[in-house]
């Protein structure tokens, strides 16, 4: 992906998710994955397709299980 191309969908996803954190590091090294930040955090990956002239980017947010706060259980509702 290029620069360009970073910094569109950049903007773009700023603009729809409402968050000025979002942020869009290009790879380190040609041929790795373009990472997706919110903050300081890698929430996932940017993959751009080209299919039959259209270009798509698709974003892969990756959640982890042990990210994920612990819910207290509902208490059994009473009869």
């Known amino acids: 992906m ?7 969908v950049q903007v773009y996803l ?5 968050s000025d954190r979002i942020k869009i590091q290009p790879p380190a090294k ?6 997706v ?5 890698v929430i996932g990956t940017l993959h751009k397709d080209t299919d039959e002239g259209e270009i798509s980017y698709a974003l892969h947010i990756t959640i982890l299980d042990e ?13």
């Open 2 to 8: 290029t620069p360009t191309e970073i910094d569109r």
């Open 14 to 18: 700023r603009r729809i998710l409402g």
């Open 30 to 35: 040609a041929g790795l994955s373009v990472e």
């Open 37 to 41: 930040y919110a903050n300081d955090e």
């Open 67 to 79: 990210d994920l706060p612990q819910l207290k259980k509902p208490a059994a509702s009473r009869r």
